[in-house]
């Protein structure tokens, strides 16, 4: 019932953020800062995140981050209720930096310590960008996760289902790494599919034929693998026209894919009202109006993409909620670099 401002730490994968999020009950949240470094130009040789290398310049720019956001928002840590710091899932040394870091502030300033599960963060999203009330379903589609989460609370989801083999994100970056495209994957996909012809290849929609809500995506990329080297046995090469039309089918299948198994999810949960998306292939804007197509009367929100995305304002705020509801944690807090929401 008083205005809240929190500090948010974020360094589970590969970008470095520190946030403030203030919320006066009655108001729209707001971001008063967001501060965010990312490391794609550190791991670009190597083909994916390298956690030694991640964990490095985590511990570098962590404190940056930190007095960046500050700053911005013209604050200092004794403006600041609570330190609400992401404490897994994630890459264990990333992780383990950002709670030592919160720990020290907190232990030198004695403000609150609040560690956040980094899903809950995006779950958490669509009530910081559009105060979405509860219940409602999100689809969390990333380069490190899938699922289908219902949220009903702060922190009460439950998992209706989600990838078992790789995320959607994986498999559009494995895609661009086949084919010769640039990283991130997904973006260089989604441009070459805009010239592409969905139905020139075949590919499979993986589970569809099995009841519920869990997704696959491994066998899409070894089915675009074998579409590939066909293609090179016989022509010697890819034409920019084959490029783009096994874009074009490979994306299509993930999008067949995801909406109908939003379908479902949708009518697991009569009672909801909103479905949003989050992660970084909820970018893709021929999946987005796919899941919006399924969404039907029931409201789609896709939060902007800076939010979508990793970011320690969506910390601070999956911290406000449960600091609001008398969430406290203490130096023993610790990092996990597995924690199912
Ligand atoms: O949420 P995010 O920034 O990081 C985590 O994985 O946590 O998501 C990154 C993933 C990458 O795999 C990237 O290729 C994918 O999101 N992505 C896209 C698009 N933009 C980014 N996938 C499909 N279409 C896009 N336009
Ligand atoms: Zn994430």
Redo the contacts with the bound molecule.
């Keep these: 019932t008083r205005v809240l401002t929190l500090l948010g730490i974020e360094s589970s994968?590969d970008d470095t953020g520190a946030a403030l999020v203030r919320h006066a009950p009655g108001a729209a949240p707001q971001i008063l800062a967001n501060c965010i470094a990312g490391q794609t130009e550190l791991h670009a040789a190597y083909g994916g995140v390298v956690p030694e290398i991640a964990a490095r310049a985590h511990a570098e720019k962590l404190d940056l981050m930190v007095e960046a956001a500050l700053a911005e928002a013209g604050l200092g840590l004794a403006d600041i209720d609570a330190i609400a710091v992401t404490a897994g899932p994630g890459l264990i040394g990333g992780v383990l930096s950002g709670v030592m870091l919160a720990k020290g502030l907190s232990l030198a300033s004695g403000v609150p310590l609040i560690g956040v599960n980094h899903l809950a963060g995006h779950a958490l999203t669509p009530r910081l960008t559009d105060q979405q009330a509860f219940p409602y379903l999100m689809l969390l589609v990333?380069?490190?996760?899938c699922q289908f989460l219902r949220v009903d609370g702060p922190d009460d989801f439950t998992r209706l289902g989600g990838t078992i083999d790789d995320?959607?994100?994986?498999a559009?970056?494995k895609t661009a790494k086949l084919l010769g495209l640039p990283q991130?994957?997904?973006?260089s996909?989604?441009r070459e599919a805009l010239a592409g012809d969905p139905a020139r290849f075949a590919f499979p929609r993986p589970l569809l034929d099995r009841a519920g809500c869990d997704l696959s995506f491994s066998g899409l990329k070894t089915a675009l693998m074998r579409a590939r080297d066909a293609l090179v046995a016989e022509q010697g090469g890819l034409t920019q026209q084959d490029r783009a039309d096994l874009c074009a089918g490979f994306q299509a299948a993930v999008a067949d894919v995801l909406a109908e198994k939003s379908r479902r999810a949708l009518a697991q949960c009569p009672d909801i009202t909103g479905f949003a998306v989050a992660?970084?292939?909820a970018?893709?804007?021929s999946?987005r109006a796919a899941l919006e197509r399924v969404a039907g009367q029931v409201p789609f929100l896709a939060p902007p993409l800076a939010l979508?995305?990793?970011n320690a304002a969506m910390i601070a705020w999956a911290g406000l909620e449960r600091f609001r509801d008398g969430h406290r944690d203490d130096m023993s807090l610790s990092a996990r670099p597995r924690w199912p929401l």
């Design positions: 994968c990333s380069g490190g996760h995320a959607p994100g994986e559009f970056d991130p994957g997904g973006p996909v989604e992660g970084g292939v970018a893709n804007k999946l979508c995305t990793d």
